[in-house]
């Protein structure tokens, strides 16, 4: 968008290189009147996009009252208090990606507004039919991919998991699907690699756990602009999958909280089928123009910048 940015804080990642402007400024940290103030004041700043914890710590909010920018950020935690007057829809913004999260959060005036994630290296080449299945996030209960091996193996599919194992036990309980043959367990991926994984499966398949909120899931754009259309497994309406897809990207399956979970997965094992039959040229071009990072930093950015 022609913005000029600069990265306020410590710099715990080295693999940005030299492009980026660096200041290791922590706003709750400056003292009132201090030169560092001084010089943040000085800079200038339209618009600072923050993590959702910041506008609630008045130490920080003392420092950015005296910036006069705007604040725009992303609601990723389904369960974090916000201050009562963190937020006032105008100079001070929260984003939310569902209609569950902008419920949970309407104290605050949430904007609809759907999640862009991008990182380093992971432009995305032109779309391939696909061949096997592919999940991807961190694996553990809140997650649930043995939902996704289950469905697999009623299709008599092969399926990848791409992820970092966070919980030993949860892998231990479903070893029996996770060291089944049909599964390839890839481990954490990034970069090229993850792009790749996601291109060259027919269908991504997406779960979480029934009790779990998915604040604003990744993965959605990062299949969709990758051409790989969605199978979602759901437990209640309006949920990130029914935000993020429609009829031409993906399918969506409801089922009851008290479902069992052969049939949860029996049902996501049709979402699977019907998903396959969607065009990856047209999911593509629909993800590009949805999961748009121009775009999305656009809507953020609602004026503050010119």
């Given at each position: 968008?022609?913005?000029?940015?600069?990265?306020?804080?410590?710099?715990?990642?080295?693999?940005?290189?030299?492009?980026?402007?660096?200041?290791?400024?922590?706003?709750?940290?400056?003292?009132?009147?201090?030169?560092?103030?001084?010089?943040?004041?000085?800079?200038?700043?339209?618009?600072?996009v923050?993590?959702?914890?910041y506008?609630?710590?008045?130490?920080?909010?003392?420092?950015?009252?005296?910036?006069?920018c705007?604040?725009?950020?992303?609601?990723?935690?389904?369960?974090?208090?916000?201050?009562?007057?963190?937020?006032d829809?105008?100079?001070?913004?929260?984003?939310?990606?569902?209609?569950?999260?902008?419920?949970?959060?309407?104290?605050?005036?949430?904007?609809?507004?759907l999640?862009?994630?991008?990182?380093?290296d992971?432009?995305?080449?032109?779309?391939?039919?696909?061949?096997?299945?592919?999940?991807?996030?961190?694996i553990?209960?809140?997650?649930?991919?043995?939902?996704?091996?289950?469905?697999?193996?009623?299709?008599?599919?092969?399926?990848?998991?791409?992820?970092?194992?966070?919980?030993?036990?949860?892998v231990?309980?479903?070893?029996?699907?996770?060291?089944?043959?049909?599964?390839?367990?890839?481990?954490?991926?990034?970069?090229?690699?993850?792009?790749?994984?996601?291109?060259?499966?027919?269908?991504?398949?997406?779960?979480?756990?029934?009790?779990?909120v998915?604040?604003g899931?990744?993965?959605?754009?990062?299949?969709?602009?990758?051409?790989?259309?969605?199978?979602?497994?759901?437990?209640?309406?309006?949920?990130?999958?029914?935000?993020?897809?429609?009829?031409?990207?993906?399918v969506?399956?409801?089922?009851?909280?008290?479902?069992?979970?052969?049939?949860?997965?029996?049902?996501?094992?049709?979402?699977i089928?019907?998903?396959?039959?969607?065009?990856?040229?047209?999911?593509?071009?629909?993800?590009?123009?949805?999961?748009?990072p121009?775009?999305?930093?656009?809507?953020?950015?609602?004026?503050?910048?010119?």
């Amino acid at each position: 968008m022609g913005a000029d940015v600069h990265l306020l804080g410590p710099g715990w990642l080295t693999d940005l290189g030299n492009d980026w402007v660096r200041k290791p400024a922590r706003l709750e940290d400056i003292t009132s009147g201090s030169l560092a103030e001084r010089e943040l004041r000085s800079t200038g700043y339209d618009l600072l996009v923050v993590g959702h914890e910041y506008p609630s710590l008045p130490a920080w909010t003392r420092t950015w009252n005296q910036l006069d920018c705007d604040v725009a950020t992303f609601q990723h935690s389904p369960v974090f208090q916000h201050a009562e007057a963190a937020f006032d829809a105008k100079r001070s913004r929260l984003y939310c990606y569902s209609p569950e999260m902008i419920e949970r959060y309407a104290d605050h005036q949430p904007i609809p507004e759907l999640a862009v994630h991008l990182g380093l290296d992971e432009e995305e080449p032109p779309t391939v039919a696909g061949k096997d299945l592919v999940w991807l996030g961190r694996i553990d209960e809140e997650k649930a991919p043995h939902l996704a091996v289950r469905a697999a193996q009623i299709l008599g599919r092969r399926i990848q998991i791409v992820g970092p194992v966070f919980d030993d036990a949860y892998v231990r309980r479903h070893e029996r699907l996770f060291s089944a043959d049909n599964v390839k367990l890839v481990g954490e991926l990034g970069g090229p690699a993850k792009t790749a994984a996601i291109r060259d499966a027919s269908v991504f398949v997406y779960t979480y756990a029934r009790t779990y909120v998915e604040a604003g899931a990744a993965v959605f754009g990062e299949s969709l602009r990758a051409g790989t259309p969605m199978a979602a497994l759901t437990w209640r309406e309006g949920t990130c999958a029914e935000a993020a897809l429609c009829d031409q990207t993906g399918v969506v399956t409801v089922a009851a909280p008290d479902e069992d979970d052969e049939t949860a997965a029996e049902l996501l094992a049709i979402a699977i089928e019907q998903a396959e039959d969607l065009k990856h040229t047209e999911v593509q071009s629909i993800g590009m123009d949805r999961f748009d990072p121009a775009r999305h930093f656009k809507a953020m950015s609602a004026g503050s910048c010119s």
